[in-house]
């Protein structure tokens, strides 16, 4: 079993829908978690920070953590175009020197 | 732009060459990582440098190996090349040492290696 489980997708929706895409974990040490957005032949681009559980919001993007559940979300509202991308849920526990990252999700948002 | 800059950002070669992948961390950061992505393993992590110094080692193969120089840019080092080798690798930086409490993680845009 994977310490990071993402449903690779892929997931295809019309603009202007919510995108919501979720990750479980394994390891309760985990304190930190994080969503990279990947485009196509790009390096992983930072969207979202959380730390511990509960929700972060950033303009149309929504983070969530239950850790109870060991399961977090992101959500995007209004998803454009640009949106199509592959969404990585990345995470770590303290003083860790990596991050363990799911397999990702690749989006497409349809005009 | 990330400012973690890598280089080349394609390269072809045959199995058994060695080749070797640059990066330069944005301006200011201690912390240099290398992390291999593939479609069916995904984004492993190999190894990172702080200052110059090694400080964590992960899914590294022994044909491999990285150093970080004075100037604090890194290098990785991959020789005996096998078909299964073929994938992207990331150099990413951060300011400090884990790269994940409280510091975000920059990646560049990568190398795609491809081993005929």
């Known amino acids: 079993q994977k310490e990071v489980e993402q449903d690779p997708g892929p997931l295809s929706v019309p603009e202007g829908a919510i995108v919501s895409l979720n990750c479980t974990y394994s390891?309760?040490?985990?304190?930190?978690f994080m969503w990279y957005r990947q485009y196509s032949r790009k390096g992983p681009e930072l969207l979202m920070y959380t730390y511990s559980s509960g929700n972060k919001e950033d303009g149309r993007f929504t983070a969530q953590v239950d850790k109870s559940s060991k399961y977090i979300s992101l959500f995007i509202r209004d998803s454009q175009p640009s949106d199509s991308a592959t969404y990585l849920c990345?995470?770590?526990?303290?003083?860790?020197?990596?991050?363990?990252f799911g397999a990702g999700t690749t989006v497409t948002v349809r005009a | 732009d990330s400012g973690v800059t890598q280089t080349p950002k394609h390269l072809i070669t045959a199995t058994g060459q060695r080749v070797t992948l640059r990066c330069s961390p944005r301006?200011?950061?201690?912390?240099v990582y290398w992390y291999q992505q593939s479609l069916d393993q995904g984004l492993q992590f190999l190894i990172q440098?702080?200052?110059?110094?090694?400080?964590a080692k992960g899914n590294i193969l022994e044909r491999f190996s990285a150093q970080q120089f004075p100037d604090l840019h890194s290098e990785l080092n991959l020789s005996s090349l096998e078909l299964g080798d073929s994938a992207l690798y990331f150099c990413a930086s951060s300011a400090g040492i884990t790269g994940t409490a409280n510091e975000k993680l920059f990646f560049g845009s990568g190398t795609q290696l491809s081993v005929l």
């Open positions: 440098y702080y200052n110059g110094e090694e400080r």
């Open positions: 990345a995470m770590s526990g303290p003083d860790d020197y990596k991050l363990s």
């Open positions: 301006s200011g950061d201690l912390s």
């Open positions: 390891n309760s040490a985990f304190q930190y």
